[in-house]
């Protein structure tokens, strides 16, 4: 604490200092001390003084008693008393004078005192500031001094996270290497993979210019067979046309009953014409069929080329996969690239969480540095602010000293003065001493300054070696940080990558899923039976189990046709020996007439080929049947009045005796029913009949009995 | 430990078309049994089977005439389209003989190698182990019958071969629409491969009423 007003010594120097005032002031009036007063005297106070003077007692006396010897002596006395007088008043005069400048001197001295006090107290409480900024200081020092260390010790952390940065980047640039030489063999493998594409369009579009080609032949073909057709027909047409005028002209020239056949003829000729306008529909339809055919393979063709590429975009993104040599090691592929994605991008997420904190730490060693600096520079200027109230302190006591001092030596007399001069030079002695202990002050302050200078000077240099290592740290942690920008880029870079390869995955996945679907749906269509009319044609074998009847219908049908083109053709001859120009028809009518005849030629060939066929057949069948069972079997197809087919069979024993023996059976649907007749209602068989077939249902049973009991008959007889 | 190697026969595109077609007159001989169809009755009675073994199983044979003629005339063409590279798919129809309505339908879809049809190349493979699969397929066949729907109404017969559209229409073929049912159940059986022919076996049928309920 900081003591304004000072202590009690000050005045008990300031009464020493008065006491020893007083004889040096006092030295040039001698207080005399009367040790017996004298009583006498009482009456005459106003002339009592001081100074004992033994010639005025006898004045004194002498006044009393009025004595005139001493008279002469006492004018001298009196003129010396009036001298006396006057020089006492003098000397009263001068006293007060004196006294007037003591209480003056005083005044000052009491003045400079006071002064002296403040200025010792604002000493006082300089000298505490710099205690308490010492103190400031040497803590602010210690705290740098922390600082400092906590610094080094964050630079080398730093230090060592820059070395683990800097493994970090070399395993990056190895990784970037490996990376780039599995970029040079993929673009390798994409160039072999883009010649085998090559290689293989150019041999899909060869296929396709080859089917191309045959669809234009096949549509060639089809042309030609139409404009054949349409020939054909247009032939037809007009040949139809002038038989129709043949017959119009036959027709004039024939009677009734020519008229008539030539009616029937013309007839003939109308369903000829027909049948060849239907075949003419027909072939009409087959060549819409075939235009249309021909639309669809066009559309089957863009299709085609569509799939080629979308196999081509397939395959190539399948090779471009490495590791992947079929469709079934993709799904093992894209896992252990979504593996190695989510690795990486593992890595890449500690190594942004590292450099993050790198950062912070950065900056926060950047703002602490910063924080250091201004705590340095505010310190700086304080101290040097502190250094000028000290030099203004020592000026101002300067000052004072020498305003004190010329004061005390004008205006004193001598005999006083030479107690005013010793009171006086006490008092300059007293005032240069409190001038001096000032300046001793200050010479100890202004010491203390310059340790606080050269701390400051030390904690200057030790603050510019560390702001120079601080800044090495900087550069090097810029540099670091622009690898780990391109670090950074080139992460990207990856992830960029990788988002492709996944979403190229991805793409895949759909594809395959979006094949699997068609596969799925091709199989689905083909057990459907779905199938294309363009490459495909379906075909229905024939049941020949009722080949008997639809070749009967048939042989029928060819019958009547043969009937009709041999009325046909006797026609045509009649009118050929009848009419006489005509000679071109006839050729013409006798080229339709060869065609005719080889059909009917080879329906002739043909019909007797079934015959022959069907008559070695049933013929055997029916000799089997008679071998085996024993009876003739004669089948007859019969209808009934309702219009249900019946089929009627006749059976005739081998063993039997006349013709009349013969059974009779009716089946349909399924169903054999015993018809009754002469044979059958005879008794015996009658009975037989009821036996077998009506109560235990069995004709085999009846038809073996009647064979057994004929075959019994006949072997004993 | 001894080593069992099968020794492979060589097969000729004849040779393959032969077991193709053979199969198809078997396979059309069992399938009515696994659909459980009476034959037209009284026409074909079961007495006129007859029991044969073939491709290790016990199979039964129709004896009728009429039957035999119609497979022996459908596997002689099927083995010219078959010696040719033609054919494409053969499928055994069974409709009903009322309404004509499409019951089932016997898929067979038959894959060529060309390379065989055009140089006349022949191939090697085991007659057991083509045996063997025709014996799985036969055995499934057999075990349709499981799951097919009960046929109780009078069915016939129908045989469609689907062929390349430059073959000629022989006289006992007509062309047809491709019989299809609508909305089908499905069911792939095995397959053989001959390494000259492939013939899948896919069997369609119409969902049973009781099913659809």
């Known amino acids: ?717 | 430990m001894a080593s069992k190697t099968q020794t492979k026969d060589i097969i000729t595109i004849k040779g393959s078309a032969a077991i193709v077609s053979e199969f198809f007159s078997y396979a059309a001989n069992r399938i009515p049994f696994a659909s459980s169809i009476l034959y037209n009755r009284g026409v074909y009675p079961e007495e006129s089977f007859t029991k044969v073994k073939k491709y290790g199983l016990p199979m039964l044979l129709t004896q009728d005439e009429g039957v035999k003629s119609f497979l022996a005339n459908l596997t002689s063409q099927l083995s010219q389209w078959l010696e040719a590279g033609k054919l494409q798919r053969v499928v055994l129809v069974i409709m009903s003989k009322l309404t004509s309505e499409v019951l089932e339908r016997w898929n067979f879809n038959i894959e060529t190698d060309a390379e065989v049809v055009e140089q006349g190349v022949s191939r090697e493979k085991s007659d057991k182990e083509i045996m063997r699969e025709i014996q799985v397929i036969m055995r499934q066949i057999a075990s349709c019958v499981t799951y097919l729907p009960c046929l109780d109404d009078p069915c016939v017969f129908d045989v469609l071969a689907y062929t390349d559209m430059d073959v000629a229409v022989p006289f006992t073929w007509i062309e047809s629409d491709a019989k299809l049912i609508k909305n089908p159940q499905m069911v792939k059986l095995h397959s053989f491969d001959t390494k000259i022919h492939k013939v899948d076996t896919l069997v369609s049928y119409k969902n049973d009423e009781w099913d659809e309920q």
Request: glycine share 4%.
């Open chain 1, 1 to 717: 604490m900081i003591l304004r007003t000072p202590p009690v010594q000050r005045k008990r120097r300031a009464s020493s200092a008065l006491d020893h005032e007083s004889p040096v002031s006092d030295r040039r009036l001698v207080v005399y001390e009367d040790p017996a007063p004298v009583a006498s005297h009482d009456h005459s106070d106003q002339l009592v003084c001081t100074y004992q003077c033994r010639q005025m007692l006898g004045v004194e006396i002498g006044q009393g008693t009025g004595m005139d010897s001493a008279f002469p002596v006492k004018s001298e006395v009196m003129d010396a008393l009036s001298l006396a007088e006057k020089q006492v008043i003098d000397y009263q005069s001068r006293v007060e004078t004196l006294e007037q400048n003591l209480t003056r001197s005083e005044e000052e001295r009491k003045r400079f005192k006071d002064h002296l006090d403040f200025v010792e107290q604002e000493l006082a409480a300089s000298k505490g500031r710099e205690q308490a900024l010492q103190q400031q200081l040497l803590k602010e020092v210690t705290e740098f001094q922390e600082r400092f260390k906590n610094q080094v010790k964050h630079s080398s952390e730093l230090e060592v996270q820059l070395r683990k940065e800097a493994d970090l980047r070399r395993c990056a640039e190895s990784s970037a290497t490996a990376a780039k030489d599995k970029v040079l063999e993929l673009e390798k493998k994409a160039r072999h993979i883009l010649e085998s594409s090559e290689r293989e369009k150019k041999h899909l579009q060869k296929e396709i210019s080859y089917f191309q080609d045959e669809g234009k032949l096949s549509c060639s073909r089809i042309s030609a067979e139409l404009e054949r057709m349409k020939m054909k027909a247009d032939n037809a047409m007009k040949e139809s046309e002038l038989l129709k005028k043949q017959m119009e002209e036959v027709r004039e020239q024939l009677n009734e009953e020519a008229e008539v056949r030539e009616a029937r003829k013309l007839k003939s000729l109308h369903a000829n014409t027909e049948l060849l306008k239907e075949k003419l529909l027909e072939e009409k339809g087959r060549r819409e069929k075939a235009e249309a055919e021909i639309i669809t393979l066009e559309e089957v063709q863009m299709n085609a080329e569509k799939l080629e590429n979308e196999l081509k975009i397939w395959k190539s993104l399948v090779n471009m996969i490495p590791g992947v040599l079929c469709f079934d090691d993709i799904p093992q592929k894209f896992a252990s690239l979504q593996k190695e994605a989510i690795d990486s991008t593992l890595k890449v997420g500690e190594v942004t969480a590292q450099l993050k904190e790198l950062e912070i730490a950065l900056e926060s060693e950047n703002l602490c540095r910063q924080q250091a600096e201004t705590q340095f520079a505010l310190a700086k200027e304080k101290a040097e602010d502190l250094v000028l109230e000290v030099k203004r302190l020592k000026l101002m006591l300067i000052l004072l000293a020498l305003n004190l001092t010329p004061n005390y030596f004008d205006g004193y007399a001598k005999p006083v003065e030479s107690a005013v001069v010793g009171a006086v030079t006490e008092e300059r002695d007293r005032l240069s001493k409190h001038a001096v202990t000032p300046n001793k002050l200050r010479i100890v302050d202004t010491e203390g300054a310059t340790v606080n200078a050269s701390l400051l000077r030390e904690l200057e240099s030790s603050l510019a070696a560390k702001e120079e290592i601080i800044k090495a740290f900087e550069s090097d942690l810029h540099k670091q940080g622009e690898i780990i920008n391109r670090q950074h880029d080139e992460l990207k870079v990856l992830n960029e990558n990788l988002n492709n390869e996944a979403r190229r995955i991805k793409s895949l996945e759909r594809e395959s899923d979006r094949l699997r679907a068609e596969i799925s749906l091709l199989e689905s269509k083909l057990g459907h039976g779905d199938y294309s009319t363009e490459s495909t044609k379906v075909l229905r074998m024939v049941n020949t189990l009722n080949i008997d009847n639809e070749t009967k219908h048939t042989i029928e049908a060819l019958r009547s046709e043969l009937e009709k083109a041999k009325a046909k053709l006797q026609a045509i001859e009649e009118l050929k020996g009848q009419s006489e120009a005509g000679n071109l028809i006839d050729a013409q009518i006798s080229d339709k007439l060869a065609q005719l005849k080889g059909q009917i030629a080879t329906l002739e060939k043909r019909e007797e080929r079934y015959k022959a066929v069907f008559a070695e057949k049933i013929s055997v069948f029916r000799r089997a049947c008679c071998s085996l069972f024993g009876y003739k079997i004669v089948m007859d197809d019969q209808q009934r009045p309702n219009g249900i087919p019946v089929t009627r069979f006749t059976l005739q024993s081998i063993y039997a005796q006349s013709d009349d023996e013969k059974l009779d059976f009716e089946y349909e649907s399924g169903n054999t029913n015993i018809l009754v007749n002469g044979y059958t209602s005879q008794p015996e068989i009658s009975h037989q009949v009821e036996i077998f077939i009506s109560k235990m249902n069995s004709i085999p049973a009846f038809t073996a009995n009647l064979t057994m009991e004929s075959f019994n008959k006949r072997t004993l007889s």
